[in-house]
């Protein structure tokens, strides 16, 4: 079973930065597609970023292009999101997710994914 928890979710003003991390303890070699995924009341999951861990190949929502930065520590199991120049329609809760590929090496950002974590809330003020 793999356990996926955030951290590093803050209150920041616009234009400041965080990094957020995930833990992923128990993760296996087929969980090939790990992602970042946000969500605010009332409006669907939306995918921000995901990593195909087998060439470290990256994608990206195009309202975080430039901005966001997906990244990961094989050696610790950890899965990061930096985020620059945030803005207050970032504001929002995010989720650490997780399945294994099924395009061919493509991670999609729509939420379908197999694991998710419990999220964590970032705040971005005007």
């Known amino acids: 079973q793999l356990r996926l928890a955030e951290s590093g979710g803050d209150s920041v003003q616009a234009g400041g930065s965080l990094r957020l991390s995930c833990a992923a303890p128990?993760?296996?070699?087929?969980?090939?597609?790990m992602a970042w995924f946000r969500q605010v009341p009332g409006k669907e999951r939306e995918g921000v970023a995901a990593?195909?861990?087998?060439?470290?190949?990256?994608f990206y929502a195009d309202s975080v292009k430039g901005r966001f930065t997906i990244s990961r520590d094989a050696a610790k199991n950890m899965l990061y999101l930096q985020m620059n120049s945030l803005k207050p329609e970032d504001t929002a809760m995010y989720y650490c997710?997780?399945?294994?590929?099924?395009?061919?090496?493509?991670?999609?950002?729509?939420?379908?994914?197999?694991?998710w974590g419990e999220g964590t809330q970032v705040t971005v003020s005007s």
């Open positions: 997710a997780a399945q294994p590929s099924r395009y061919m090496g493509i991670c999609p950002l729509v939420p379908e994914y197999n694991h």
């Open positions: 128990g993760y296996t070699y087929s969980m090939q597609c």
């Open positions: 990593l195909y861990t087998g060439a470290d190949s990256t």
